[in-house]
């Protein structure tokens, strides 16, 4: 698989139950393909609407912060917030940043993190799906896929 991008940071979001909000984690993975697909349609109204589409493949060999062990999420979900921070997952609703987090903070609220991405210029990616496809293939084949808008 052909890298292009030299890091994304993966959020993976889990209910802050003292604040009884939800806060994300991050997770920085190095080495990853990444595809940014930008398009527009026309309705019959004159109406444009704009639809960006990513498409995001973490190979298994990718480089992942702190050597942090992928997890299915509902394992993840199972985990006590102090073991969280040893692993990573993907699920929806999950965000995503092109480029390394490069804040001091180990959970941000949505807000927070609406903030960095705005304030450092951002696209902050919503996952819409997701595929393990760590098991089939040669070595050189096997990654995760994150679809977002």
Not at 59 to 72: E, M, N, S, V
Not at 83 to 92: G, Y
Not at 118 to 147: C, F, P
Request: aromatic letters at 10%.
């Amino acid at each position: 698989m052909i890298t292009n991008v030299d890091a994304v940071t993966v959020f993976n979001g889990r209910t802050d139950k003292a604040a009884r909000r939800k806060v994300f984690i991050p997770t920085v993975i190095r080495g990853i393909s990444y595809v940014e697909a930008k398009g527009a349609t026309v309705t019959d109204n004159g109406v444009w609407s704009s639809d960006v589409q990513y498409k995001i493949r973490i190979p298994l060999g990718a480089k992942i912060q702190d050597g942090r062990t992928y997890l299915p999420c509902p394992e993840y979900e199972k985990l006590e917030d102090k073991e969280a921070l040893k692993h990573w997952t993907i699920r929806k609703e999950d965000l995503v940043i092109r480029g390394a987090y490069a804040g001091e903070a180990t959970k941000l609220y949505e807000d927070e993190l609406a903030a960095y991405a705005k304030e450092q210029g951002l696209d902050l990616i919503h996952v819409t799906e997701y595929a393990d496809n760590t098991l089939g293939g040669s070595l050189y084949t096997r990654h995760w896929r994150i679809g977002g808008k």
